[in-house]
């Protein structure tokens, strides 16, 4: 990386992310930030001397936006010390650090119902108007490595029109995405509720590789279809409408509290976000379509299967669910040697069946 050419912000060696800030350079060079989502922050020069902007006891980063779509990094001193003169700020915290449930319950200025809700152990997609403050409490696909994504993690949100704070209690990267548009292009929000508004959309946005996954999966059983696999494949069916009841289970709510937000926005919420609010709900709309149809898919073709199987029990006495198992993979195919199969089979001739395959399918049956 150049010293001459500050190149922005990226990501590398997975969550960690890099920053060389746009204003130029301060007495010892550019400044680079790196960090991850569970990990430090810190601010340095060049020349490797920190300037130490840190990721601790649960301040996963906090930084305060200038207006035209950049922000700068702070600290928990400057947190705590945030007037609304600063500037909007967004706080991004760990549900699980004492200190930050310290900070929400006695030090933020939240109300006592609103730092339980956002703070409880189990969350349903909701939206409420606080005493101080508008909440929102919403799910996104699980991206982390290993994970399922059907896994759906919970985004916890408030604001007031000044402060954003955003809590997380398992690694979500949606944060991370509106993070670097701010820090990398400085196309990132411009106030609290641009903020609020973005959060949403992306956490939104994200769902659409998980839910057109369910009909990449289905297109590829139904391709491949084999009576030899109908177990297997009555499990991969089994395993998609579970991801997609899962899915509905939160997107449908998610859908109905966003639009209780476009319905009553709270004072501060612009006109200008109101578009890209609809477009999240009709977004989430699609998905619940997607997600019925592909249920309904699962259904069909899981059912053909059973046809199948059925149709062969039925034209030939040995193929009975017992035996179906046993008879080799060939005698189901289109190949010569499963037509012959099928052919003694629909004339009802078991002792020809079964000789033929033990004469050229190795198969043994008491």
Not at 13 to 40: C, Y
Not at 164 to 173: F, K
């Amino acid at each position: 990386m150049s010293q001459c050419a500050p190149t922005g912000w990226g990501w590398r060696s997975g969550l960690e992310f890099v920053l060389i800030q746009k204003d130029g350079r301060d007495s010892k060079g550019p400044i680079v930030a790196t960090g991850n989502d569970s990990g430090t922050i810190l601010e340095k020069n060049m020349d490797g001397v920190a300037t130490s902007v840190s990721e601790e006891e649960g301040l996963l980063f906090a930084c305060r936006l200038d207006g035209s779509g950049s922000a700068t990094l702070i600290g928990w001193d400057a947190v705590e010390s945030w007037q609304p003169d600063h500037g909007p700020l967004w706080v991004h915290l760990d549900r699980d650090s004492p200190r930050v449930q310290d900070w929400l319950i006695n030090h933020s200025g939240l109300t006592a119902p609103t730092s339980d809700a956002l703070i409880a152990e189990e969350t349903r997609p909701r939206v409420f108007h606080g005493k101080q403050g508008f909440v929102a409490i919403l799910r996104g696909v699980n991206t982390n490595v290993g994970a399922d994504a059907a896994d759906m993690v919970a985004m916890r949100m408030w604001s007031d029109g000044q402060r954003v704070i955003t809590i997380r209690q398992e690694r979500l990267m949606t944060p991370r995405d509106v993070l670097a548009q701010l820090l990398e292009l400085g196309t990132g929000p411009i106030n609290a509720a641009s903020l609020f508004e973005r959060l949403i959309h992306r956490i939104n946005e994200r769902m659409a590789d998980a839910i057109d996954s369910l009909d990449e999966q289905l297109e590829a059983i139904e391709v491949s279809l084999d009576l030899a696999r109908a177990a297997e494949q009555r499990k991969q069916l089994s395993e998609i409408r579970l991801h997609a009841a899962i899915y509905r289970r939160y997107i449908s709510p998610q859908k109905d509290a966003l639009t209780a937000l476009l319905i009553e926005p709270p004072a501060w919420f612009g006109d200008d976000c109101m578009p890209h609010l609809r477009e999240s709900i009709d977004r989430l709309l699609r998905y619940l379509e997607d997600i019925d149809t592909a249920r309904e898919r699962a259904t069909v073709i899981k059912d053909d299967i059973s046809n199948q199987a059925r149709r062969i029990e039925q034209q030939n006495p040995l193929c009975t669910g017992n035996h179906l198992g046993d008879i080799p993979a060939a005698c189901l195919s289109d190949r010569p040697f499963g037509r012959q199969c099928r052919r003694h089979a629909g004339r009802r001739q078991p002792e020809r069946l079964l000789d033929f395959l033990r004469h050229h399918g190795g198969v043994t049956w008491a």
